[in-house]
């Protein structure tokens, strides 16, 4: 038998498999050396990739289907490997909304971290939304700063949500976003680790379980498993994919002069520059260090932007 379905689940090796819309996981391991062509991507196979398979009847763990193939993706998420400066890893495919975790405190926020993020939803054109967690003791205890976020955030045209697992604040304006069952959207929810993403995923489905799923895989547990990626269905519709906090998140593919295309109120303000292309550093007449002067752009973001040039040298 041969079929195509969407990889709802990563193990290393192993994968689960689902007919998206409908959800009917069956096992599956990886045929020979499927790669992307031109891909360097440290992981070939992607939950939400879209693929091709062989399979008997009835596939099992211990029959399993064999994926053939990669479908063309409409989108991912990719960042640069920690370990190996020149491969990446894809953290996700054709993703309708990028959902990504933050909160202010507990941890601290690193702002240059969360602007990585957004620079490479752009790229690929994936939309995105932040999500504020633990915004109950924000609230209280850091009132400005809260604030400010939504001042740097909301004015770069990022939608700006403020939950807390805790209390359920924002938890029904994020399931809202996460859509509708004929929608069946398939969101992504990144993050660091410890703001709060699994509690967040229970919020808005109790009967999910991010971190036991209800197809066992317990016999594959082992030295893959700290790099689970792994899609849930929500009970009101759409899916998750909920991927491990992550430690860092480094730019692929992008050349300096690219990266202020990439922050849409810098790249609206350049059309006003003196000089084209302008790097926005030292050029006399640039209209996007004139905005950052009188407030239209925000410090943070273009100190963010900064670095990620610092960064593009560091790698060449």
């Known amino acids: 038998m041969t079929g195509t379905a969407t990889v709802v689940k990563n193990a290393g090796s192993h994968y689960l498999l689902s007919h998206l819309p409908v959800w009917d996981p069956f096992p599956a391991v990886l045929k020979g050396r499927v790669r992307l062509s031109g891909s360097d991507s440290t992981n070939p196979v992607a939950v939400g990739d879209r693929v091709s398979y062989d399979c008997p009847e009835s596939p099992s763990m211990e029959n399993p289907a064999a994926i053939v193939g990669i479908l063309d993706r409409?989108?991912?998420?990719?960042?640069?490997?920690?370990?190996?400066?020149?491969?990446?890893?894809?953290?996700?495919?054709?993703?309708?909304?990028?959902?990504?975790?933050?909160?202010l405190h507990f941890p601290d926020i690193k702002l240059p971290f969360l602007d990585r993020i957004l620079v490479t939803c752009e790229v690929y054109g994936i939309p995105a939304t932040i999500v504020l967690n633990k915004t109950d003791i924000m609230a209280q205890e850091f009132p400005e700063e809260l604030e400010d976020f939504h001042r740097i955030y909301e004015s770069a045209g990022y939608p700006v949500i403020e939950t807390s697992a805790l209390t359920g604040l924002g938890v029904d304006r994020l399931r809202d976003a996460v859509g509708s069952k004929e929608e069946g959207r398939v969101c992504l929810f990144s993050g660091e680790s410890g703001v709060g993403k699994s509690s967040l995923i229970k919020a808005l489905d109790p009967s999910l379980d991010p971190k036991v799923g209800s197809i066992s895989m317990a016999h594959l547990q082992g030295k893959h498993t700290t790099s689970l990626y792994e899609m849930y269905p929500v009970g009101t519709g759409g899916f998750i994919i909920d991927s491990p906090g992550l430690r860092g998140f480094g730019l692929v593919a992008l050349e300096k002069e690219e990266i202020a295309l990439y922050f849409p109120e810098m790249l609206k303000a350049s059309r006003d520059c003196r000089f084209t292309p302008c790097t926005h550093t030292h050029e006399p007449g640039c209209a996007v260090k004139q905005a950052v002067e009188d407030g239209l752009i925000s410090a943070e973001r273009y100190n963010s932007y900064l670095g990620m040039l610092e960064d593009d040298k560091k790698f060449r």
């Open 74 to 103: 409409k989108n991912h998420l990719v960042r640069r490997s920690t370990n190996l400066s020149r491969q990446s890893h894809v953290i996700a495919a054709n993703i309708d909304m990028a959902f990504i975790v933050v909160t």
